[in-house]
């Protein structure tokens, strides 16, 4: 065989080599990507979770407050309008004021 040949020869062999090194580290960076970018979302997915809790909590207890509120202007309500019934019978139940 000839020198040329055998340069030749190794320059492919190396070549072919090189080439495989190649896909062997894309194959390696897709997986270490692929694995980094997982464990990204399965952090950000508890952080999220975490967060939810957090809010239905203090929806609880504002939804808690605005019930207590609104139970509290009822009963403002209630009493504010018997008064005003109290008054309006009163005012029908004498007699120089006519009833239409």
Do not use: F
């Not at 062999?13 to 970018?37: C, N, P, Q, S």
Request: aromatic share 0%; charged share 40%.
């Amino acid at each position: 065989m000839k020198p040329q040949e055998m340069i030749k020869q190794i320059i492919e062999a190396v070549g072919e080599l090189i080439e495989a090194r190649a896909r062997t580290t894309e194959t390696v960076m897709k997986a270490h990507t692929d694995a980094i970018i997982k464990a990204s979302e399965e952090r950000q997915s508890k952080r999220l979770e975490v967060v939810e809790e957090r809010l239905t909590k203090k929806i609880e207890v504002v939804e808690e407050r605005l019930t207590k509120k609104i139970e509290n202007v009822e009963q403002k309500l209630d009493k504010t309008v018997g008064v005003h019934e109290e008054r309006l019978q009163a005012l029908e139940d004498q007699p120089h004021i006519s009833k239409n």
